[in-house]
């Protein structure tokens, strides 16, 4: 069956690193491949999309890479804040005609002063 | 703020009732998507209509259903509610009928409590 595994442990790590959060995934072939950040009790936010034939992606202090063979996507965040603290959620699509997202777990960041 | 609305905040109600949760989506957006998180579960995709078309189906219980309206606004209806249904209801909107390519904007969500 179809599974997007996150880290549930949550990543503890001290400002100024970079923190890399990983979303592996068995049975898709996504074309496309999210992340989002959720804040407790708030609603997911988008960070960055990738798609299948980008193997790397970047926004400000965020990079994504997504590799296909390996089913594997890593998000990583440079200089890290604890304003960065949260939860990072991925996303991909089923890769058949059903057109939803499928979101993982998620991983709980820790950034420490 | 995202730009997308959701009433009520809260709801505490007892098993056996029906509750109707609302949504109305960034101006523009024509797509609205619900989600159920819970604890155990996750953040799970339950239906997603465009432009007044259910356009996907996720995990939806029978006993829920939802619809959008012609101002494009939404509404979820859980009937013969159990215990575990007890969770938060986000809706989100976005500009297409894309949910794997568009960027998904997420309102605050409903918390719901099932006594």
């Known amino acids: 069956s179809q599974k997007i595994e996150q880290n549930s442990e949550a990543l503890n790590i001290q400002e100024g690193k970079t923190a890399t959060l990983t979303c592996n995934y068995t049975?898709?072939?996504?074309?496309?491949l999210q992340w989002y950040r959720q804040d407790p009790g708030r609603g997911p936010v988008f960070l960055l999309l990738i798609r299948e034939n980008e193997k790397e992606k970047r926004k400000e202090r965020l990079k994504v890479t997504f590799d296909t063979t390996l089913k594997q996507s890593l998000f990583h965040i440079t200089a890290s804040q604890p304003a960065d603290s949260a939860t990072y959620l991925c996303?991909?699509?089923?890769?058949?005609?059903?057109?939803?997202?499928?979101f993982g777990s998620g991983t709980r960041l820790q950034v420490q002063p | 703020d995202s730009g997308v609305t959701q009433t009520p905040k809260h709801l505490i109600t007892a098993t056996g009732q029906r509750v109707t949760l609302r949504c109305s989506p960034r101006s523009g957006d024509l797509s609205v998507y619900w989600y159920q998180q819970s604890l155990d579960q996750g953040l799970q995709f339950l239906i997603q209509?465009?432009?007044?078309?259910?356009?996907a189906k996720g995990n939806i219980l029978e006993r829920f259903s939802a619809q959008q309206f012609p101002d494009l606004h939404s509404e979820l209806n859980l009937s013969s509610l159990e215990l575990g249904d007890s969770a938060l209801y986000f809706c989100?909107?976005?500009?297409?009928?894309?949910?794997?390519?568009?960027?998904?904007?997420f309102g605050p969500g409903t918390r719901l409590t099932v006594l």
């Open positions: 989100a909107s976005s500009v297409s009928s894309s949910g794997r390519t568009d960027t998904q904007y």
């Open positions: 049975n898709y072939s996504p074309a496309y």
């Open positions: 996303a991909l699509d089923s890769g058949t005609g059903r057109r939803a997202l499928t």
């Open positions: 209509y465009y432009n007044g078309e259910e356009r």
